[in-house]
Each structure stands twice: as C-alpha cells, then as structure tokens.
T-cell receptor
Framework: DAGVTQSPTHLIKTRGQHVTLRCSPI?????VSWYQQVLGQGPQFIFQ???????GRGNFPDRFSARQFPNYSSELNVNALLLGDSALYLC????????????????FGSGTRLTVV | DAKTTQPNSMESNEEEPVHLPCNHS???????IHWYRQLPSQGPEYVIH?????VNNRMASLAIAEDRKSSTLILHRATLRDAAVYYC??????????WGLGTSLAVNP
C-alpha cells in the first residue's frame, strides 16, 4: 500500500507568487490535515478536512486555503508568498478526524520543502 | 503554548534501553497521549498512543503515570535508526494536537 504522497517534494518561489501543494492520503483514509514546519520547530497545524469539509483551522492568515476532493486528496494553496512562508509543509491522513481527544493515529507524508526567495 | 514539556536532547548507546520522559500536567481526563518521531528530512512517524493504561507495540512501550500528568516512551533496545526527534503530544484548548520542540535523541554506536 502506498503511504501518504505529497507533491512536489521541493519548490522554489518568489515573493508575491502563489503556490499549490498536493496530497494523496492513504487509501481508505477520509481525513487530511496540513501542517507547516519551520526549521528547528515542531509542526504547526494549518487545516483539517474530512469528507470534503473543513473541520479545523489553525492560526494562519487568509492567504492560506485548502480543499479536499471527492477522492479525498487535498490541495493547500498559499497566495502572496512571503519569505516567512519558507518551510516544510506536511500532509497527514487518518481514517477519521480527531486529534488529541481521540485515539486516532496520523500518517504523515515526507512533505514539500517550500523556499521563498 | 505547548501543552507538554520534554528535555531538549538525550543521548543513548546502541542496544541499550532509552526512557524518554514527558510532562503533561494540564492534560484533560479524556485526552490521549500521542508520541511521534521525526527522522531527518522526513515527515513525523506515529510511534504509540495511550489513554490510561500502559501500551506496547512493536516499536515501543508507553508508560503512563497513574495521575496521567506524565508519561515515558520506552525504546527497549536503541538502534542507530532510532536517532530522531521524539514528540510527545496532547490536545490543546481547541482539541488539536499541539507540537512542541520535542526531544532530539542521539544514539551512539
């Protein structure tokens, strides 16, 4: 079985540009979460989607948006890129939503390394 | 505002057991304790989770204090491939997992 796949693996963009990151969850998993991980820090929660609906949003500006498709894959979009958006963007899938209040585990992809210059 | 406290770094020798501590004194009664690890240049990897009772799986054991204010991840025999950052997590106020800085584990040959 394929794990969580993310594309592209690396990306270089210029300030002010737009970027779209893609994620395919594990087969059968209906929930996808997005995280931003700046170098030397732990991942920061951005969004969670389940059955194509947003189930949670972290403390990120409106420049960040996401959606989930009928096949449960997901896209993360970031507009008007800033230098501070440079980070590793991680996608995690799970059978159902739920975080610390449940026993559901998450499977992460290897991430997309975004560099904004 | 991480809800857990972990040592910044720990060191172990290969083939020896490793005990990674975590304090979560503000954990609510229904929140699970999750452990993930992250190898260099990879996404986090699920290790184990538990609620009240100690848990074992093929990767590790999780020992949870009776008052649930602390837990310990136990790697029974450390290998070089266990060198990673280990994150202990519980839920934040909005029930979302909060990731701190984790413990960077070095394993000496």
């Amino acid at each position: 079985d394929a794990g969580v796949t993310q594309s592209p693996t690396h990306l270089i963009k210029t300030r002010g540009q737009h970027v779209t990151l893609r994620c395919s969850p594990i087969s059968g998993h209906k929930s996808v979460s997005w995280y931003q991980q700046v170098l030397g820090q732990g991942p920061q929660f951005i969004f969670q989607y389940y059955e194509k609906e947003e189930r949670g949003r972290g403390n990120f500006p409106d420049r960040f948006s996401a959606r989930q498709f009928p096949n449960y894959s997901s896209e993360l979009n970031v507009n008007a890129l800033l230098l501070g958006d440079s980070a590793l963007y991680l996608c995690a899938s799970s059978l159902e939503p739920g975080q610390g209040g449940t026993g559901y585990g998450y499977t992460f992809g290897s991430g997309t390394r975004l560099t904004v210059v | 505002d991480a809800k857990t406290t972990q040592p910044n770094s720990m060191e172990s020798n290969e083939e020896e057991p490793v005990h990674l501590p975590c304090n979560h004194s503000t954990i609510s009664g229904t929140d699970y304790i999750h452990w993930y690890r992250q190898l260099p240049s990879q996404g986090p990897e699920y290790v184990i989770h538990g609620l009240t009772s100690n848990v074992n799986n093929r990767m590790a054991s999780l020992a949870i204090a009776e008052d649930r204010k602390s837990s310990t991840l136990i790697l029974h025999r450390a290998t070089l491939r266990d060198a990673a950052v280990y994150y202990c997590l519980t839920a934040g106020n909005n029930r979302k997992l909060i990731w701190g800085l984790g413990t960077s584990l070095a394993v000496n040959p």
